[in-house]
């Protein structure tokens, strides 16, 4: 069973910083692209930024210059630098990762959640 845990969500005041991380256990045997989504409620699950296993980013045009996402593949772990944080970034954020368990088998897991709250 694979499980991603998130962590280092908050509250901070606009203009600070927080960084978020996600570490993916259980059985891995490679992990493909992992990301950061994030959701308001109401609202649709958003993509925050993405990253692949040879280490290409993808950011949505709201963040950046702003968050940067990074990842550790010796911890299968996942980071979101978010940096000049501004109210609207306020929201609950996902991590994502494409998973195998084997080399055949890839399947797609979400993390938990964790709130980002970033106050006037």
């Known amino acids: 069973q694979v499980q991603l845990v998130e962590s280092g969500g908050g509250l901070v005041q606009a203009g600070g910083s927080l960084r978020l991380s996600c570490t993916a256990s259980g059985t891995i045997f490679s992990i493909n692209a992992m990301g950061w989504y994030r959701q308001a409620p109401g609202k649709q699950r958003e993509l925050v930024a993405t990253?692949?296993?040879?280490?290409?980013?993808n950011y949505a045009g709201s963040v950046k210059g702003r968050f940067t996402i990074s990842r550790d593949g010796a911890k299968n772990t996942v980071y979101l630098q978010m940096n000049s944080l501004k109210p609207e970034d306020t929201d609950i954020y996902y991590c994502?990762?494409?998973?195998?368990?084997?080399?055949?088998?890839?399947?797609?897991?979400w993390g938990q959640g964790t709130q980002v709250t970033v106050s006037s």
């Open positions: 994502n990762a494409d998973i195998g368990t084997s080399w055949s088998r890839f399947y797609n897991y």
């Open positions: 990253i692949t296993s040879g280490g290409s980013t």
